[in-house]
Nanobody, 123 residues
Framework: VQLQASGGGLVQAGGSLRLSCTAS????????MGWFRQAPGKEREFVAA????????YYADSVKGRFTISRDNAKNTVYLQMNSLKPEDTAVYYC?????????????????WGQGTQVTVSS
């Protein structure tokens, strides 16, 4: 499984970005997916997760109401729409595939990771 994240960039506070994560393989529709982020000097933290169908989504409290995770199984892609961005959202954002039966919040629940895409929010 290979994951390719894209869409990061520099944006002013209050702006928006949409991240994309495209996966290889023919069984993407069965993957549970998540987004994490890591700021300099900090541990990687959970941002959002989505189940295989897209019907169930989960968010960190810090992004709830501002970020939306979605997926297009026909395109093997999961998205993270980020609105009302704040300087504290600045980080490298990673997409990952979650192992079956594991808890969506923890880093160790994910077995394949994309390379990360930088998001920088200026004040």
């Amino acid at each position: 499984v290979q994951l390719q994240a894209s869409g990061g960039g520099l944006v002013q506070a209050g702006g928006s970005l949409r991240l994309s994560c495209t996966a290889s393989g023919r069984t993407f529709s069965s993957y549970r997916m998540g987004w994490f982020r890591q700021a300099p000097g900090k541990e990687r933290e959970f941002v959002a997760a989505i189940n295989w169908s897209g019907e169930s989504t989960y968010y960190a409290d810090s992004v709830k109401g501002r970020f939306t995770i979605s997926r297009d199984n026909a395109k093997n892609t999961v998205y993270l729409q980020m609105n009302s961005l704040k300087p504290e959202d600045t980080a490298v954002y990673y997409c990952a595939r979650r192992k079956p039966g594991s808890y969506y919040v923890t880093v160790s629940s994910y077995d394949y990771w994309g390379q990360g895409t930088q998001v920088t929010v200026s004040s």
